[in-house]
T-cell receptor
């Protein structure tokens, strides 16, 4: 089944403890992206990647890192999480044949930073 | 990206058509209109998109006005499972800019 998977789905951590949220897609998509969703602010893009080893900042990249060593994986790294990073995170992917390709979203990761 | 305006909420009776309006008066000629929906904090789900012509797929129909300043998403026979937040997005690039959307509640 074609899908975008995220792990973990739920995570409670403490301030400053490094964590990684994984994202994987099995559709051979070039484009991958991370969003966060907060009440009243909608979904905002954190980082995106056009292909392997190509990443760029979105609208709210502060406090996050990403890497794209393989086409299928696009992990989101929080080196030193803070409470303001408590949010619902979504990974998305699409083909890169054109800018109009449909983006497919993962199920989300709910993060609580204490 | 052009901004969109959607009503914050609307109700719909099960089995009836749901018509969701969206205004995008500043849309430019090469920006597409996309609709996604999000069911209770799940990942957003693609519904349909179009540029100028009306579009239909197995989920919905999209009607775009001739001047492209507004559009309507039509769910032909709403079911309880269509209860969700519906987002209208105008898009030229890879990034999707989500607004507040319309919370649609389908009632039995």
């Amino acid at each position: 089944e074609a899908q975008v998977t995220q792990n973990p789905r739920y995570l409670i951590t403490v301030t400053g403890k490094k964590l990684t949220v994984t994202c994987s897609q099995n559709m051979n998509h070039e484009y991958m992206s991370w969003y966060r969703q907060d009440p009243g602010l909608g979904l905002r893009q954190i980082y995106y990647s056009m292909n392997v080893e190509v990443t760029d900042k979105g609208d709210v990249p502060e406090g996050y890192k990403v890497s794209r060593k393989e086409k299928r994986n696009f992990p989101l790294i929080l080196e030193s999480p803070s409470p303001n990073q408590t949010s619902l995170y979504f990974c998305a992917s699409s083909l890169q044949r054109s800018r109009q390709e449909t983006q497919y979203f993962g199920p989300g990761t709910r993060l609580l930073v204490l | 990206d052009a901004k969109t305006t959607q009503p914050p909420s609307m109700d719909c009776a099960e089995g009836r058509a749901a018509n969701l309006p969206c205004n995008h008066s500043t849309i430019s000629g090469n920006e597409y209109v996309y609709w996604y929906r999000q069911i209770h904090s799940q990942g957003p789900q693609y519904i349909i998109h179009g540029l100028k012509n009306n579009e239909t797929n197995e989920m919905a129909s999209l009607i775009i006005t001739e001047d492209r300043k507004s559009s309507t998403l039509i769910l032909p026979h709403a079911t309880l499972r269509d209860t969700a937040v519906y987002y209208c997005i105008v898009r030229i690039d890879y990034k999707l800019s989500f607004g507040a959307g319309t919370t649609v509640t389908v009632r039995a």
